[in-house]
């Protein structure tokens, strides 16, 4: 099984996405915009890379192969959207948008299907992340 590790650089002159092996070789960039192209996260099969791109204006969450084909916008509204999370059975990704107001969680099919929001608080809501495996109660 192969494995990389996807992260973004301003090695070029913005911030780009690459991947690289687990020991640093073989790097190689996925995205070449003059816009900022960050916050990578991988799919559950390691076969396609959710990110954020401002190349239309605003923070949008786009996803992409995971060879840097395929780059495609999966919302657009003139807010804030990012830190996309993929779901660990792969069905959803998680992201946090400002769409209403204030920053909230928000859920979406891959394929940017069903926005649905999760939260709704006048704080901030913000940095999904998803758990695998054990169910943890509160004390």
Known sequence: ?????????????????YIMNPDGRNQYRLTN???FDGFPAWSHDGMKI???????????????DNDGTNQTRLIQNTAYDGFPAWSP??????????????REIYIMNPD??????????PAVDAFPAWRLGVVIQAK
């Open 1 to 17: 099984e192969a494995r990389k590790i996807a992260f973004e650089s301003e090695r070029d002159g913005n911030r780009e996405i």
């Open 33 to 35: 915009t003059p816009a």
């Open 50 to 64: 959710a990110f954020v791109s401002f190349r239309d204006g605003n923070a949008e969450i786009y996803v992409m």
């Open 89 to 102: 059975d792969g069905k959803k990704i998680a992201f946090e948008s400002e769409r209403d107001g204030n």
């Open 112 to 121: 940017g299907n069903e926005q649905t929001r999760l939260t709704n608080d």
